[in-house]
């Protein structure tokens, strides 16, 4: 027991020396050991490298081949006005006795005359207007239409016969050529019908003349016929009129015989739609 006690004691003094020991050697503090970051991945070609200062979100793919960019919807087309009524010509000629038409386009409803014109008549088929010059007023002549709230209007311009010199000439209007050179004339009346005859020679007369047997002559017409032969053609190889004799003929007289001229003289419409201008001398 004794010896236990001993080694008991022994080894205490030596854990004392020892403890001692320690205490006067100086000690070396053993750094800390510092985590460094782990390195930051390098950017791929198709991802640039981030600024640490501004991120910037990543840009959108470019749209593909087969997805082509949306393109915005059309805008829808602004209304039109509706078009305006107007005749499709602003101003037509005519001719004695011959008729002539306008057409007032981009109209619909009744249209109606206003007003009238001497001389003329107007008559209206749903948008076209068709006017007849019955007397002989030469120049221009505006007429008035009226379609709903609105008026329209439209010139009309009468031809000026063509200046012949002479007493006695039956011409074309057409051609402005004579049918017959007159160069011998011969008058007669009796029983209120007045005979005109022009010849072109007086030796052989019955071969190539025109006879007017005139009627009821009054300011604005007159009746007559007559008879023919031996015309020449003016076109063509036809003669001018076919046939010798032309009867119920009428004629819108230009002048009218008074007391300071016998001349008469008249527009006609003949076979085949011809038209001419008569001047023949009424004294006996």
Known sequence: MNKILRMLFVFGMLSLALGACKKNDPVTPTPDPKIKPAPK???????????????????????????PKPQPAPEPPAPQPAPEARFNQSEVSVRIGKSVSATLENFTGTLTQVGQEEGFTASIKENVVTITAEAYH????VFTFKGGDKSYQLTVNLEKLPEIPGDYAVYDLDTKKPILD????????????????????????????????????????????????????????????PGPWHNGLKG?????????????????????????????????
Do not use: W
């Open 252 to 284: 819108i007289v230009i002048k009218k015989p008074n007391d300071q001229s016998t001349i008469l003289s008249f527009v006609s419409t003949v076979a085949e739609g011809k038209q001419i201008y008569v001047i023949m001398d009424t004294k006996k």
């Open 138 to 141: 030469p120049g221009k002549h």
């Open 182 to 241: 007159a160069k011998y004339h011969r008058n007669s009346s009796a029983n209120g019908v007045i005979t005109i005859s022009l010849y072109a020679n007086k030796e052989n007369a019955a071969s190539e003349f025109i006879q007017f047997s005139i009627s009821q002559v009054t300011e604005k017409n007159l009746n007559f016929s007559i008879t023919c032969a031996g015309l020449k053609p003016l076109v063509g190889s036809d003669p001018y009129l």
């Open 41 to 67: 991945p390098a950017p791929t070609p198709d991802q640039p490298k981030p600024s640490p200062e501004d991120p910037k979100p990543a840009p959108k793919p470019a749209p593909t081949p087969d997805q």
